[in-house]
């Protein structure tokens, strides 16, 4: 072979290496973005049963479910995490994907920093490979959530916080140095209102009787930002009034269902009934606006317990610690009182009934016109 001709060979396998190179290695999997990535959670569909199947929550559902009933049982959720097909065309082959429930500094870039922050690891680390095969999913409960990293851990349930979900992505595990960090790291989008703080009772609660009936009235307190109503509970004799309740409506008992056996309780009340803001002593509707019920269908001379609860838009409520105790009394107009002291004048009908101010009228124009005769 002539130098020429050797020089040409060696020249086009060097300018072919690359080539073939570029073909069969994946691309680099540090081009990967969060938004290649996605965080989602399921709940079950059917919390009373234990082998119910498990559907997403809407970010707006997940608002509602996640408050201090779900921080006092161990609700299973699942939380789903993909590789979407963005990020599965980058072909990684190595790498892992941590969640972390935390801060942002849980997913910061120094390991100092992350080694400072209170965080907890959501299960095991996941490999991306397996990722890209299909979403992969990690159990976990509602009360993990709220004892996670960065959840004030002395404040029970009665918090206001929001946790986040983060994903700390290792493309290249010989670095330890999360290659997608900080707040360019997958996170939950909407993250989770965990919201168990109960807004502040109405005050001035009153309750008169009525014919068959309570009228109660309240006053509103200080106006919060996720105030959402009022609930009127009664009860007769510690006993459930309205069998079925007709006011167990989809308002409040919603947000009940997800732990049936575990309900919100509240301190500090008079009455055991009230405790328990079970949803069978509910005896009006969710008032959203209203400071006044009136609770119909009763029978007079039998004493009612009577309290009302403010209702936040995360389904927690206030403690009802000012229980009222009054009887439905039957009601006499002015022409009922007339006729049971021994008046006998029939007078105008008005409505069907005798008016008793027509009968003394005309009783005043008749002694007027025999004065004259």
């Known amino acids: 072979m002539s130098p020429r001709l050797c020089l040409a060979v060696l020249a086009a396998s060097t300018l072919a290496t690359p080539a073939l190179a570029q073909q069969t290695n994946p691309t680099n999997p540090a081009a990967l973005s969060a938004e290649d990535f996605r965080i989602r959670i399921m709940s079950r569909n059917d919390p009373s049963k234990e082998d119910s199947t498990f559907s997403f929550l809407p970010d707006i559902e997940a608002k509602l479910f996640f408050n201090r009933a779900r921080c006092e049982c161990e609700e299973p959720i699942k939380i789903v995490v993909d590789l979407l097909p963005t990020g599965v ?104 209102a965990l919201d168990g703080k109960a807004p502040l009772p109405p005050s001035e609660v009153t309750v008169t009787g009525g014919n068959d009936a309570l009228e109660v009235k309240w006053t509103r307190a200080d106006l919060m930002n996720d105030q959402n109503g009022f609930l009127v509970f009664c009860s007769r004799a510690e006993m459930q009034v309205f069998k079925p309740s007709y006011y167990s409506g989809d308002e409040y008992q919603s947000q009940r269902t997800v732990c049936p056996n575990k309900m919100v309780t509240a301190t500090g009340g008079e009455s055991e009934a009230f405790e328990r803001l079970d949803s069978k002593f509910l005896c009006s509707d969710l008032l959203t606006t209203s400071t006044e019920w009136r609770i119909k269908g009763l029978q007079n001379g039998i004493l009612y317990q009577v309290g009302v609860a403010a209702v936040d838009t995360h389904g927690n409520a206030s403690p009802i610690d000012n229980v009222l105790v009054r009887a439905p009394v039957p009601t006499v107009d002015f022409y009922d009182a007339y006729r049971a002291a021994g008046g006998a004048a029939s007078g105008c009908a008005y409505g069907g009934r005798a008016s008793g101010g027509a009968a003394t009228l005309l009783l005043l124009l008749a002694l007027a016109w025999r004065r004259r005769r």
Do not use: H, Y
């Open 89 to 192: 065309a980058k072909r990684p082959t190595k790498g892992t994907f941590q969640l972390v429930a935390g801060s942002v500094q849980c997913v910061d870039a120094a390991a100092s920093v992350r080694g400072g922050a209170r965080c907890t690891n959501l299960g095991g680390p996941i490999q991306l490979t397996n990722m890209a095969r299909g979403p992969q999913e990690i159990p976990t409960t509602v009360t993990a959530l709220f004892k996670a990293g960065g959840v004030p851990q002395d404040a029970g349930c009665a918090i206001e916080f929001q946790q986040t979900l983060f994903g700390l992505v290792d493309a290249d595990p010989i670095d330890s140095t999360p290659d997608l960090a900080g707040t360019s790291a997958p996170t939950l989008k909407e993250g989770i």
